[in-house]
């Protein structure tokens, strides 16, 4: 379609390849955190691959939600000179990102906008362009 276009899902982590101008923006409404309740989820934080106790239960958790986080932003950036913004709507980010940024692709790092250097200041500067482009796109 011509016709710009929102797919929304749930958990649109794996499966979608949307390259260039398929997609410019992914919004996440709620961080990936793996079900608290789902017994596979409560056997992988007790229970190491090696099938002994697990010491390391939460950081396993906090992995776990950073690689599904970081492959929602890949499914519209699926090259080094494709471009997207990311828009996280969890108010969970704030103190997420600060225990887990060791553990972030640095081409994610750099993309994050962390406070107001030049860097970042140009970077959601760009950010607005895009959505002021895709905003009259929508008006034709």
């Not at 750099?110 to 406070?115: K, S, T, V, Y």
Request: net charge negative.
């Amino acid at each position: 379609s011509d016709l710009p276009l929102v797919l929304a899902s749930p958990s649109l982590t794996t499966g979608i390849d949307l390259p260039e101008d398929q997609c410019r923006f992914v919004v996440t409404l709620k961080l990936p955190f793996p079900n608290l309740g789902d017994e596979t989820v409560k056997r992988r934080m007790k229970i190491g691959p090696d099938g002994l106790p697990n010491k390391r239960g939460s950081a396993w958790y906090q992995w776990d939600t950073a690689c599904k986080l970081v492959q929602s932003f890949g499914r519209g950036v699926r090259s080094p000179t494709d471009r997207a913004s990311m828009y996280v709507l969890d108010s969970n980010l704030k103190w997420f990102i600060p225990s887990v940024k060791h553990l972030l692709p640095e081409w994610v790092k750099e993309a994050m906008i962390w406070d107001n250097d030049d860097e970042q200041t140009k970077r959601q500067a760009q950010a607005e362009r895009d959505w002021q482009d895709y905003q009259e796109s929508v008006e034709e």
